[in-house]
């Protein structure tokens, strides 16, 4: 009997059932979330337009020194996030070639449900990736952002009567490097939440099923019903208002009041 053929045994109905679940969820949740943004109130969307009206101002400010320290910022998190997914993925990639032994002391926990070596390693080889898939993220998010920091630097000097047509094509182009670096980001950090709900499988496929329930409902929760998300919308909306025009101040002539 070939190793899939056995694996094909090992898998309960309700495991293949919860199995399926997951990669919907998993594969299917991106388009769901951008399917759910054209009708508004999804962070994601908020903060795209955000971030275009960060990079339209940053296009527009003589010293963009804050501007590179703030990405500066997020760059040092995408980094430290990579290098804690890439420390999980060893981990996991120990125990899934830690042979006999691994499944051994696996199996002696009252906890974990898996009837085989094969199971216990196609759970782990699932753990493991959903935490590559992330790291991939990471990495492309890194990449992105500094191709964002190289555009900062290449801003160029404002004229002297100010901003320019031409600023605010720069802000616009400099916005369709950011946007994509940042969702890649949150792309990475979403990894967790479905290696999280992978490793819920070694629990048993009710735990699984729960899992990958738990972390979509939890994730679209945080992007339409939080407090963040509602004061990421209200952000947004006042930034699409347009600025009011300032009153004009009164000439060195003019009477202050009644006389």
């Known amino acids: 009997m070939s190793d899939l053929a056995r ?14 679940v997951f990669a919907v969820a998993w594969f299917g949740y ?39 320290q703030l990405l500066g910022h997020a760059l040092n998190s995408a980094s430290f996030f990579a290098s804690s997914n890439l420390i999980l993925i060893a981990a996991t990639a120990g125990a899934l070639f830690g042979g006999e032994n691994t499944f051994r002391s696996a199996s002696s926990l009252l906890v974990l449900k898996t009837s085989s070596r094969l199971l216990f390693e ?10 590559a898939r992330g790291l991939l993220d990471f990495i492309w998010s890194i990449r992105q952002m500094n191709y964002c920091l190289a555009a900062i630097g290449a801003a160029p000097d404002l004229p002297e009567g100010g901003a320019n047509g031409r600023a605010q094509a720069f802000g616009e182009i400099a916005a369709r490097l950011l946007n994509p670096a940042l969702s890649s980001f ?74």
């Open 7 to 20: 694996f094909a045994a090992a898998l309960s109905p309700l495991d293949v059932a919860a199995l399926a």
């Open 30 to 68: 991106e388009p769901l979330l951008k399917a759910a943004a054209r009708g508004g109130g999804v962070i994601n969307r908020d903060m795209t337009l955000i971030r275009a009206a960060w990079m339209g101002n940053m296009a527009r400010r003589e010293n963009r020194f804050m501007d590179g």
């Open 122 to 131: 196609a759970q782990l080889a699932l753990v493991l990736i959903a935490l």
């Open 186 to 259: 949150n792309a990475g950090v979403r990894g967790y939440y479905f290696a999280l709900a992978a490793a819920a499988w070694t629990f048993g496929a009710v735990p699984f099923l729960v899992a990958t329930l738990g972390a979509v409902g939890l994730l679209l929760w945080r992007q339409r019903r939080s407090a963040a998300a509602r004061a990421i919308g209200d952000l947004r909306r006042l930034l699409e208002q347009p600025e009011p025009e300032p009153e004009p101040r009164p000439g060195p002539g003019s009477s202050a009041g009644p006389g």
